[in-house]
């Protein structure tokens, strides 16, 4: 007969083998119940006097020292002893943490860490490539007619799903501090920046080279001047084309007619 | 005739048909010539007006940007 008297090691503990050893976020994610671990078995079941609870240890960040608050248990596992849901102190910026997660039975020295686990908070700024659309021109001429000159843009697009892009500005430099929209231009902005857009000129009868930028502004403030061939100037040319004037034939006047006729040697004329 | 204001009438010629200019060898009318600068009434001249003679012409008129009338 044996009487077990509190905690003791006749309680062990088996590694579940089935929690996830990694985590990846995108900088500014949520940082609530980022990370969930799936608890060890435990043998025989422990009286309730014993519950298990969990700490983290060998916190480490980017490989080196970690202050320990990075990364903790959810505020909703107080008082949960088997609790074992972790929320990040912040996503502001990239970075790697590393732990393991201790379970310690009651009062018992019975304890198991897990494997090692890594929270990996990635920056589109790393991964995120924004690419001009595939029918992008430098130069579009336009023959002027009853409406305003017309330059399309192609969408531009963008390597990472969790990366978008945020807004599209036009500018009459590439410094972001020139006007914007250029002079006699429109829109300054594009409403739906992941799709296809235009550039007008408000002048419609005057031949002009409207030249401008356009500056892509991805997620995490990624920015992207859109350039062909090394070169980020687009040009929208309006141009006199031939259905741009309407000629039509007048009358005489004064009383002129289709046939004149003049003097000789008197300088007379049509 | 009218033009958008970027797109003037730039030339007037004259010719002996009405589909194309075309010049005979001699014995025309010149190019019309704007009575006065900016008045946009122009007059044709002979080449020679010491011949007794008949011309027949038409005038070309062109835009900038490539449109074109004959008269008829």
Not at chain 1, 3 to 27: K, P
Not at chain 1, 104 to 113: K, P, R, V, W
Not at chain 1, 158 to 170: H, Q
Not at chain 2, 3 to 8: D, F, Q, R
Request: charged share 10%.
């Amino acid at each position: 007969m044996t009487l077990i008297v509190g905690c003791t090691n006749d309680l062990t503990m088996t590694d579940a083998g089935t929690y996830s050893l990694s985590e990846t976020l995108y900088v500014n994610d949520p940082v609530a119940n980022i990370y969930t671990f799936v608890p060890p078995t435990i043998t025989p079941t422990p009286p309730s006097y014993c519950p298990y609870y969990f700490t983290l240890v060998n916190l480490q960040l980017n490989g080196g020292v970690a202050v320990g608050n990075e990364i903790g248990f959810s505020s909703g596992c107080a008082g949960s002893p088997g609790c074992a849901t972790l929320d990040l102190a912040s996503s502001a910026v990239k970075e790697v943490l590393t732990f393991n997660i201790r379970a310690t039975i009651g009062t018992s020295n019975q304890i198991l860490d897990s494997s090692l686990i890594t929270v990996n908070v990635v920056s589109c700024l790393d991964l995120n490539t924004i690419n001009n659309g595939a029918g992008l021109v430098a130069l579009t001429v336009w023959q002027i007619k009853n409406s305003d000159p017309d330059f399309p843009v192609d969408a531009f697009t963008n390597t990472d799903p969790r990366c978008p892009i945020t807004s599209i500005e036009i500018f009459s430099d590439d410094t972001g501090t020139g006007t914007s929209p250029p002079s006699s231009m429109y829109p300054a902005s594009i409403a739906v920046p992941n799709a296809a857009f235009n550039v007008y000129s408000s002048v419609q009868a005057v031949e002009f080279d409207y030249v401008f930028y356009i500056k892509v502004t991805g997620t995490e403030n990624q920015v992207y001047w859109a350039e062909l061939a090394s070169s980020r100037i687009f040009t929208l040319r309006v141009v006199c084309g031939p259905l741009s004037t309407v000629l039509t034939e007048g009358s005489f006047s004064g009383g002129l007619t289709t046939v004149q006729y003049i003097d000789k040697m008197v300088g007379g004329a049509f | 005739m009218s033009s958008v204001p970027g797109c003037p009438i730039i030339t007037y010629k004259t010719s002996n048909q009405n589909t194309i200019v075309n010049l005979p060898g001699s014995g025309f009318v010149q190019d019309p010539t704007e009575t006065s600068a900016g008045s946009g009434m122009f007059e044709v001249r002979p080449q020679d007006d010491t011949v007794d003679a008949r011309y027949d012409f038409y005038v070309e008129v062109a835009a900038e940007g490539g449109n074109l009338i004959y008269s008829q």
